[in-house]
C-alpha cells in the first residue's frame, strides 16, 4: 500500500500509517517520490484489475518528461498492460498516460 510522502522535517507527520488510495481508474504520482513509482504503479495496476478496470489514466506532470519516461518503462515490462499513449488535452495532454489493460 503507498505511503504519503514524508513532510518536510520539523513537523509531524500527518499520516503516520499508510493511506489507502481510491480506486477510480486515475492515479496522480505528484503525492509521490520518485523512489516511489517503482513500487507504486504495478501495485496499483494490480488493484485496478481486481476492481475490474481496464481503462486507467496516470498523471505523471510534464516537466523535464523523467517521470513518464519512468512510468512508461514500467508499462512497457508489464503484462496486464495491453496498450499505453499520451492523453489527449481534455486529459491532461503529455502530462499524463492512458492505459489499457488485457481484460482478467
Known amino acids: 500500500m ?12 500527518p499520516f503516520p500509517e499508510p493511506v489507502p488510495l481510491p480506486i477510480d481508474g486515475t492515479l496522480d504520482l505528484h503525492a509521490f517520490a ?5 513500487t507504486l504503479v504495478p501495485e496499483w495496476i494490480g488493484a485496478c484489475r481486481e476492481a475490474g478496470l481496464t481503462e486507467l489514466r ?17 508499462l512497457a515490462r508489464d503484462p496486464r498492460v495491453k496498450a499505453f499513449r499520451a492523453a489527449g488535452e481534455d486529459a491532461g495532454g503529455w502530462g499524463a498516460t492512458l492505459v489499457t489493460l488485457h481484460a482478467p
Open 58 to 74: 496516470i498523471v505523471h506532470g510534464k516537466g523535464i518528461g523523467a517521470l513518464r519516461r519512468a512510468v512508461e518503462a514500467l
Open 2 to 13: 503507498a505511503r504519503a510522502p514524508d513532510p518536510p522535517s520539523g513537523r509531524d507527520d
Open 34 to 38: 520518485p523512489g516511489e513509482v517503482g
